[in-house]
């Protein structure tokens, strides 16, 4: 008998592991509260007013580019196209960032721009938990954590299909890339509920936090990391552990149970062995393995489909976002 880590009941709503029970309704419910949960945070910086922003529908990103600092962001704008976050909280007289003395030189609030920048860490915990739930099936933590929005070093990370329709994750490496000799990549589109939230992130707050951050920290280094990546709070960008830690925390606001790293990808890998039709290509893998970087081997080892399956079943979407 196989030893499995990850079992379901008979009716596919409970998902077990190593003793910790998800159920598929209240995983479901968890979602969309995170969802609603950080736009209203996003929103609340503004006043509860969102800021326009807008993604030319004829934008088609170049998968193709490498350029140093290229990314679909250059495309975008808001309104007004210059620090419009800041431009709300000047007209509104919100946060008091910053204020101009008697000689006329602009003076940070470093209270306020530390409050700010504890805003913007809560939703960048919210929008990483998001993307790893909600968004394919989840990454180690090493492997989400290096999500580019624009071209470093390595090619960036995520782009866009057609204006703001979906945004699309292409991950390089994974922990399969030493053990096997090549370099694999994976492909997920994002629901359009979550491509939104990610695009009024890096558009509207982002560009403060960088203002901010360079003021506060005094540390060019920041200012590079927030052109880089998606996942950065102070200054920094976050670590796996950090994410672990964040992830527990959210997840068991949201859903009820706390779940890590490890725990998440186990029972979320076993919801899609369970509920979304297999589609097999070479060597008999399942594309939903391969692209959770392990086999269908290994996968029929670790990630259990059932308990006890009813008859019939042949799988079918739950929808997250």
Request: with cysteine.
């Amino acid at each position: 008998m196989r030893a499995l880590t990850t079992i379901w009941n008979r009716s596919l709503s409970i998902a077990q592991f190593k003793g910790t029970q998800v159920k598929v309704k209240e995983l479901v419910a968890g979602v969309q509260s995170m969802l609603k949960t950080l736009t209203r945070k996003m929103h609340h910086l503004s006043g509860g007013k969102p800021i326009k922003h807008s993604v030319p529908s004829e934008h088609v990103d170049d998968l193709s580019s490498t350029g140093r600092g290229k990314a679909w962001i250059q495309a975008a704008y808001t309104e007004p196209r210059d620090h419009a976050l800041m431009h709300s909280m000047v007209v509104q007289d919100l946060w008091n960032l910053s204020s101009v003395n008697n000689k006329g030189h602009l003076v940070w609030n470093k209270v306020a721009c530390r409050d700010f920048m504890r805003k913007a860490a809560e939703i960048v915990d919210l929008i990483i938990t998001l993307v790893h739930i909600g968004s394919g099936p989840p990454l180690r933590g090493e492997e989400i954590i290096w999500d580019q929005i624009s071209n470093g070093i390595q090619p960036r990370t995520l782009y866009l299909a057609f204006g703001q329709i979906s945004m699309i994750a292409i991950r390089r490496h994974s922990k399969d890339t030493n053990a096997k000799g090549i370099d694999p990549f994976n492909v997920c589109y994002f629901p359009q509920s979550l491509t939104d939230a990610i695009c009024y992130y890096i558009l509207v707050i982002q560009p403060l936090e960088r203002l901010v951050a360079s003021h506060l920290y005094q540390d060019e280094d920041a200012v590079q990391t927030y052109d880089l990546f998606l996942y950065v709070k102070h200054g920094k960008r976050m670590t796996s552990t950090q994410f672990s830690i964040t992830l527990e925390r959210i997840t068991s606001e949201h859903i009820g149970v706390g779940l890590s790293l490890q725990p998440l990808r186990h029972i979320i890998i076993a919801f899609q062995r369970a509920y979304i039709e297999e589609l097999r290509v070479h060597r008999e893998d399942n594309i939903g393995n391969l692209i959770s970087s392990h086999t269908s081997r290994t996968a029929d080892a670790l990630y259990a489909v059932e308990e006890g399956q009813p008859e019939g079943f042949t799988g079918y979407t739950v929808p997250f976002l």
